[in-house]
């Protein structure tokens, strides 16, 4: 009789492969532990030809280093918190592309957090950004995240992006002229021939405040300070939804509307469209911050541009540069708008017959391209 077949062991789980250690790479470069660890930390008195040997032993064994660990020995984690005040804003990609590779440059980890606009999490979040000991934090945002002068300490220095911030300890502010920019807005309207010309705002904050400011003094300056009309609104598209529909129904509406941000703007073509006119036959519209949403080809925004490449370099520049001993420099930059003039603006429509025409004006293209004009 044949012997009964035996069954097969079970098959337990794969046993993880040992990841490989400082000691691993010792032994395969035939040096010391205390050299790799020199090597490796990037430590100038490490001969090239023993370092390179170092690295190419470590590949070989498919090394990582121990971040946390590396940071605890060395007394510093070379990592530093973003806070992102609202993730919805177009504006917050862009500028937070260009902090990234500028920390990256200069060998910097980033740690990223969103707020969402509301104060709990916003105190939550800075708390979180400490708890992994970052050694600075850039904000990005039209206002201060609450519970920032708390945070924000001589062990933990700031840079603020898009909000002018004077007087707070530790912080350095960088944002554009928001009166300028208003100006400029208003300056390409009323050489358009608008005079008619609304201001949908975003609120209480610093940016909402000076672009408001901007837009009522080059509104006096072109004399036309009888047709100054301020429409409360807010720095999201449901905001500029609900004041573009308030201004739209009165008597004697606007014919051409400025609104505090390129996302307010796009509430506000919806509302123009919803009441059946058209932009920019009935109504001009201009936004404010120059993303990379206002010049997409279907939507063609009118803006005031922030140079958002430059302001996210030079604050994480800024703050890199802090960290490494340098003096901090003045404790608020502002930058200088561009006005970028796209297919949402036109003269008026009484001006259509015997004025300029739609795309004639002053630095616009009739082919729907792009105008650059500066503060």
Do not use: W
């Not at 201001?199 to 940016?207: L, N, T």
Request: with cysteine; charged share 20%.
């Amino acid at each position: 009789m044949p012997p009964a077949a035996t069954a097969p062991a079970p098959r337990g789980p794969t046993p993880k492969t040992p990841r490989p250690t400082i000691r691993d790479i010792a032994a395969r470069a035939g040096v010391s532990k205390s050299l790799v660890s020199l090597a490796l930390g990037g430590a100038p008195r490490v001969a090239p030809g023993t370092r390179q040997a170092i690295l190419d032993a470590a590949e070989e064994l498919g090394y990582r280093r121990n971040a946390a660990a590396q940071a605890l020995g060395a007394h510093r984690t070379r990592t530093i918190g973003v806070f992102v005040l609202d993730l919805h804003n177009p504006i917050t990609a862009d500028l937070l592309q260009a902090v990234q590779a500028e920390a990256r440059r200069r060998d910097y980890r980033t740690i990223v957090v969103v707020g969402d606009e509301d104060a709990a999490a916003e105190r939550a979040e800075l708390e979180k950004l400490l708890e992994f000991r970052v050694e600075g934090i850039i904000a990005l945002g039209h206002r201060l995240p609450d519970g920032a002068r708390e945070a924000f300490t001589a062990d933990c220095p700031a840079v603020v992006i898009g909000s002018q911030q004077e007087g707070v300890p530790h912080l350095v502010s960088m944002s554009n002229d928001d009166v300028a920019g208003a100006s400029l807005a208003v300056d390409h309207l009323v050489a358009l021939g608008h005079e008619r010309i609304a201001h949908i705002d975003g609120g209480s904050s610093a940016v909402a405040r000076d672009r408001r400011r901007g837009y009522r003094a080059a509104m006096r300056r072109h004399g036309l300070a009888e047709h100054i009309t301020v429409v409360k609104g807010s720095f999201t598209d449901e905001g500029g939804y609900r004041g573009a529909s308030q201004v739209l129904a009165g008597s004697d509406p606007p014919t051409a509307l400025f609104v505090v941000n390129d996302l307010a703007a796009l509430g506000v073509l919806a509302a123009v469209a919803d009441r059946g006119l058209a932009v920019p036959g009935d109504v001009s519209v201009i936004g404010y911050d120059g993303t990379r949403m206002a010049g997409l080809r279907a939507l063609g925004l009118t803006t005031v541009a922030q140079p958002l490449d430059e302001l996210g370099t030079r604050a994480a520049a800024l703050l890199c540069g802090r960290l490494e001993g340098e003096p901090p420099g003045s404790p608020v930059t502002r930058l200088t708008p561009t006005l970028v003039v796209r297919r949402t603006t036109a003269p008026p429509a009484s001006r259509h017959p015997g004025g300029p025409g739609p795309g004639r004006g002053r630095g616009v293209t009739t082919s729907g391209g792009t105008a650059r004009l500066k503060a």
